[in-house]
């Protein structure tokens, strides 16, 4: 996909890992509505520490039950599909961070389907 070489906008959002939307994984609608709105694509990390809004340290630990692990998700895409995305992101996260920096695809490859 040649489209989405050159120079275009990263959204990066920061949430966490039990952070839901009507029940379901809040990563995991996002991821979806990434899908439903034809972006290029999204990479889901999680992340093994961070400190929050909350100033609260989030870390993993052998001895909790629960770990609500900061999330990333990042975005690419054209300037004018991530802010048309942005604007639906804000009846979803009610808690989070999104950031917004220019990047430039210097190459984007993939397989293509049999």
Known sequence: MKGLVG???L???FIALDDTYKGKPLWEHILQLVKENG???ATVFKAAAGIGSHS???TFSV???SQ???VVIEVIDREEKIRE????LDGVIEEGLLVLEDVEVI????RRER
């Open 56 to 58: 609260e340290l989030r």
């Open 39 to 41: 972006l290029a694509g």
């Open 68 to 70: 609500n692990l900061p």
């Open 11 to 13: 959204l990066r959002i």
């Open 107 to 110: 190459s984007y490859r993939h």
């Open 7 to 9: 120079k275009r906008k």
């Open 63 to 65: 001895w909790r039950l």
């Open 85 to 88: 995305f942005i604007s639906l």
